[in-house]
């Protein structure tokens, strides 16, 4: 039975390929310094097949036994987390994924890299394809998730080519669902949280600025897929309905029958004008792309808000 460690295992992506992961058969490792992540998302599990180590990836991992792979998805990955922790980010980025690669060479294991659009930065190619080099301000707020990453990336292939690490890079584009932290300031979980409590929604600039948003359950099965493949390049995975933050806003309004109204904040600095994976290479090379329509995951993810934000009020 193939042994999987996953770093950042108690945040939202890492708690959703622990389950995931152990459904499939596999023994997992998570491990966690519990910095954005929550402990209450790995809190159900009961399975001797599983793990949790809570530890600080940018210090040297030790860790017992054989390993298969290494999915490395610790780092902070809101805005506004990474910019109240940018130490910290670069932190994991550079020196964590330096220990988690030379764990997988020492165990001969397969590692994952969760790489991120923001390597694209505010970008001039649309919709984004992976042979693009980006358009990163190394020097302002989001410079240190951005640059951290595109270190990562390329310590990831330094170790592939020079050390001959089975290594997998998946650029991970805006995706949502339960777990998320409610309070992380994210556009997904804030519009939801602010259209259930009957709050301003805060749309930052004018809106016209695009995401493309995909849920969970299909990013977790484009990474799984992206795992098990031989691509040593880049992978876009996301999905490619793109829309303005403004009729996002809207959608939030409309399926929670909201009265809350719409307010506009200042947008943040070097905040990206547009983005939508172009997913050819998934489609051709992992035969994936996302199922789940944007309504049926926001439904989904708003039934988890409910809750969470009832349990909050007790
Ligand atoms: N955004 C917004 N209001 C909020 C939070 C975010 O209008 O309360 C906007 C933000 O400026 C960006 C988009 O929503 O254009 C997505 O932001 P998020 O923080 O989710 O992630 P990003 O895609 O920027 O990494």
Known sequence: MPRVLITGGAGFLGSHLCDFLLEKGFEVVCMDNLLTGDISNIAHIRNEKFLFIKHDVTNYIYLEGPLDYILH????????????????????????????????KEKKATFLLAS????YGDPLIHPQSEDYWGNVNPIGPRGVYDEAKRFAEAITM?????????????????????????YDGRVVPTFMRQALLGEDL?????????RSFCYVSD???????????????????GNPQ??????????????????????????PKDDPRVRQPDISKARRIL?????????????????????????ARR
């Not at 991120?116 to 390597?119: C, F, G, H, I, P």
């Not at 890079?169 to 995706?175: S, T, Y």
């Not at 805060?202 to 016209?208: H, L, M, R, W």
């Not at 035969?287 to 349990?311: A, D, F, H, Y």
């Open 219 to 237: 990013l977790i099965e484009g990474i799984y897929r992206l795992m098990l493949s031989r691509e040593v390049e880049p992978v876009n995975i």
């Open 202 to 210: 805060t749309v930052f600039g004018d809106g016209s600025q695009t």
């Open 287 to 311: 035969g994936w792309e996302p199922k789940v329509s944007l309504e049926q995951g926001l439904i989904n993810t708003l039934e988890w808000m409910k809750q969470k934000l009832e349990t």
């Open 158 to 182: 330094a170790y592939h080519r020079y050390h001959g690490v089975e290594t997998r890079i998946a650029r991970i584009f805006n995706c949502f669902g339960p777990r998320m932290r409610i």
């Open 242 to 267: 793109e829309m303005s933050i403004l009729q996002f806003a809207e959608k939030i309004l409309s399926l929670t029958k909201s009265k809350s109204r719409i307010v506009f904040k200042p947008l």
């Open 73 to 104: 998805f610790a780092s902070p990955a809101s805005p506004v987390d990474y910019m109240e922790l940018p130490i910290q980010t670069l932190k994991v980025g550079s020196l964590g994924t330096h220990k988690a690669l030379g764990l997988a």
């Open 116 to 119: 991120t659009s923001e390597v």
